[in-house]
């Protein structure tokens, strides 16, 4: 297995991913193939601009998953907010169908942390750090 690849800053080394679930208002399956590809071209064009990375990007016709990778400057609810904003203008001008009038999004999302050691090695690994006295 190749090791991790990190984002080095000046002052930080960091592996921070997370899945990334957004659904549409309503759970309206309003999704195309094509309306899926506006999403993720307006989602990129977003990590292009914030410096962070989308490494996997798919949907169905009511929700989308993303995988990405971010420096620590960035909060998950600031990605959300911006993929979602960004996504939900690109998709509304290209003329696609909306669960509701100017609402694609619902304001919920779910993101969890993916990538690294399961959290019992974690564990395991502080736990037997020896103490300085």
Not at 43 to 54: E, G, N, Y
Not at 68 to 87: D, N, Q, Y
Not at 121 to 133: F, G, L, N, T
């Amino acid at each position: 297995m190749a090791p991790p690849e990190f984002r080095r800053e000046r002052h930080s080394v960091t592996d921070l991913k997370i899945h990334l679930i957004c659904i549409t208002k309503y759970r309206s399956k309003v999704f195309t193939d094509e309306g899926l590809e506006c999403i993720e071209l307006a989602m990129r064009s977003v990590a292009d601009a914030m410096k962070f990375r989308i490494l996997e990007f798919n949907g169905e016709a009511d929700h989308v998953h993303v995988l990405l990778e971010f420096p620590p400057k960035l909060s998950v609810s600031v990605l959300a907010k911006h993929l979602k904003g960004v996504s939900s203008r690109a998709y509304n001008k290209a003329g696609y169908p909306k669960p509701a009038p100017n609402t694609l999004w619902s304001p919920s999302y779910f993101a969890s942390s993916v990538g690294g050691a399961p959290l019992n090695v974690v564990k395991q690994y502080i736990e037997q750090q020896a103490r300085s006295h």
